[in-house]
């Protein structure tokens, strides 16, 4: 099946540092990656839709200063929360899709953010 | 803007029982997915339900979705301690880029 690798996992890092957040479709050729951040005990809230060679849209709500988005190939996204602090601690996940016929969401295992 | 409603959000059972989980969503769309979630992971594609009557069953899991209804229901047979997680169902929007809405999440605790 279609796999959907982010990296890294998991990143630990102190208050006004930036991160880079990796999402990267290994077996197919992802023209929408989308972009979801999750609390502890709440639902997925999809942060931004990015398709390749586009600027990404953004969800409202989401600050896309903060929240930079990259699609530069077909299968490679990169989310970079900048001046990242402690209230950007979450789990952000990463998904990929065709677009071709019928293509479902293939998610990445997350990444887990904590700002100290 | 659509929703996408799920209940319960918390189901606590004992091994061996019966329960749904329901899902409604209030716009038209006849894909609707259903995902499960364990503690600090991602999401584990259950199934996928691309008709009005699709059925799907894998295990102890059951799946259906009535468009005309705007309903989906993942019933639950015979629970076992390892079914407990937390499952979310989403609905995608077509015109959008495929967008997903999910549910709330039902966090499914099976006792022992």
């Known amino acids: 099946g279609a796999v959907v690798s982010q990296h890294p996992s998991w990143v630990i890092c102190k208050s006004g540092t930036s991160v880079k957040i990796e999402c990267r479709s290994l077996?197919?050729?992802?023209?929408?990656m989308f972009w979801y951040r999750q609390f502890p005990k709440q639902s997925l809230m999809l942060m931004a839709t990015?398709?390749?060679?586009?600027?990404?849209?953004?969800e409202q709500g989401v600050e896309k200063d903060k929240f930079l988005i990259n699609h530069a190939s077909l299968t490679l996204s990169t989310l970079t929360v900048t001046s990242a602090h402690p209230e950007d601690s979450s789990f952000y996940i990463c998904?990929?899709?065709?677009?071709?016929?019928?293509?479902?969401?293939?998610f990445g295992d997350g990444t887990r953010l904590s700002i100290l | 803007e659509l929703k996408v409603e799920q209940n319960p959000l918390f189901l606590s059972m004992q091994e061996g029982k019966n329960y749904t989980i329901y899902c409604n969503y209030s716009t038209t769309s006849d894909r609707l997915y259903w995902y499960r979630q364990d503690p600090g992971k991602s999401l584990e594609s259950l199934f996928v339900?691309?008709?009005?009557?699709a059925v799907k069953q894998e295990g102890r899991l059951m799946a259906s979705l009535d468009t005309k209804a705007r309903l989906s229901t993942l019933h639950i047979t015979a629970a076992v301690h390892d079914l407990s997680a937390t499952y979310f169902c989403a609905v995608d929007v077509r015109y959008n880029f495929n967008k997903f809405y999910f549910g709330s999440g039902t966090k499914l605790n099976v006792k022992p």
């Open positions: 998904s990929a899709s065709s677009n071709q016929g019928y293509q479902p969401q293939h």
């Open positions: 339900l691309l008709s009005n009557g």
């Open positions: 077996d197919f050729q992802a023209t929408t």
């Open positions: 990015s398709n390749e060679g586009s600027k990404a849209t953004y």
